[in-house]
């Protein structure tokens, strides 16, 4: 790692700065410490509690800690609900996302793409390259009572046990098989590659935004439960929906694939996916100073994420829309070049 090319901006965070000086052996993390306000002086600023003040921080371009009561979804610009009405639950970024958004903004404010495509592909998002959809970032409360539930494959199970009841469409042998996949990757080995290991759909063309077919290798119980599953939620599918066909409708073998399947396409579960409650990216990680293909994978794994019941904006108790300047395509090497 080469400290000499750190970027000016990045040298006002700190304690973490400082950390990463004494810690050679270790990837520089360029996050200023979440406590600390926009001035680097402040740190008992209080966290931030509210969609307004997650608003005023982010157009001061101030770094503070955020409330767990907060969470933040990407949507399309103009949209109304979280995610698309058809899906039953939405993605959703913890606070300690929210405070990473922050402290992209405050460290690449005068980059804006490396802000927008930034918080994108620390949420998730592939096909990053090219991906021009207008994009906002919604930062909201949650209704009393309604809780947010960590995206385990065994929450995913659960939630289907509670609302159709045990229907055999998911057999305990195949969701053990899924989460084993999972679960004994080698350290050179990530997501992308347990997703392969189970569907069979090759991982470069994944990675060139190639749609699952069998010209891709995907094996013939994914693609069944696919077809069996019927239209996705970004389309004209409902999740419920989709849940309910591929239970009455898939005759193939219930096996890890039709379970990983059922979940890519009635859920939005797609390939890079974890599985255990975090996000990963194969691009750069935005906080490590260090270009894509020098990067381990544990440093890939990004934040924490949930999924919160699927509703339109307007009855969530509070939230603001903060519009995401996604820049050109042409700008955005940083994400195999690194942004610091």
Same mark, same amino acid.
């Given at each position: 790692m080469d400290l000499k090319h750190r970027r000016p901006s990045l040298a006002l965070a700190g304690g973490a700065l400082t950390a990463c000086a004494l810690a050679l052996a270790a990837p520089c993390v360029a996050l200023p410490d979440p406590g600390r306000a926009a001035t680097g002086t402040d740190t008992h600023t209080r966290c931030i509690s509210t969609p307004a003040e997650y608003l005023m921080a982010w157009e001061k371009r101030? !770094?503070?800690c955020v409330s767990p009561a907060l969470f933040g979804t990407t949507h399309t610009r103009g949209s109304t609900s979280l995610y698309p009405s058809g899906f039953w639950y939405a993605w959703a970024g913890s606070n300690t996302n929210l405070?990473?958004? &922050?402290? &992209?903004? #405050?460290?690449? +404010?005068h980059q804006p793409a490396k802000v927008g495509i930034g918080i994108l592909s620390y949420v998730g998002f592939p096909g990053l390259d090219t991906f021009d959809t207008p994009t906002d970032l919604a930062v909201y409360t949650l209704p009393e009572g309604v809780q947010a539930r960590v995206p385990s494959f065994e929450t995913w199970f659960r939630l289907l046990d509670e609302e159709f009841g045990d229907t055999g469409a998911? =057999? &305990?042998?195949a969701q053990t098989d899924l989460v084993v996949a999972y679960s004994r990757l080698g350290p050179h080995r990530d997501v992308v590659d347990a997703f392969q290991s189970v569907t069979g759909c090759k991982r470069t063309a994944l990675l060139q935004g190639r749609e699952p077919s069998a010209a891709i290798g995907c094996n013939a119980s994914f693609l069944g439960a696919l077809r069996a599953a019927g239209p996705s939620p970004y389309t004209t599918g409902e999740s419920k929906k989709c849940f309910a066909n591929f239970a009455s409708r898939y005759r193939g073998p219930r096996n890890a694939a039709a379970l990983r399947a059922v979940l890519f396409q009635c859920q939005d579960a797609g390939f890079l996916n974890t599985g255990v409650g975090l996000g990963y990216n194969t691009y750069a990680n935005p906080f490590v100073c260090e270009p894509a293909y020098r990067q381990s994978v544990r440093q890939k794994y %990004? +934040? #924490?994420?949930?999924? !919160? =019941?699927? $509703? %339109? &904006?307007?009855?969530? =108790? $509070?939230?603001?829309d903060i519009g995401l300047d996604l820049g050109r395509p042409s700008e955005r090497r940083f994400l195999r070049t690194g942004y610091c």
């Open positions: 101030q !770094v503070r405070e990473r958004y &922050l402290a &992209l903004r #405050r460290a690449y +404010g998911y =057999p &305990l042998r %990004t +934040g #924490r994420e949930f999924i !919160v =019941p699927n $509703s %339109t &904006l307007d009855r969530l =108790p $509070s939230h603001v």
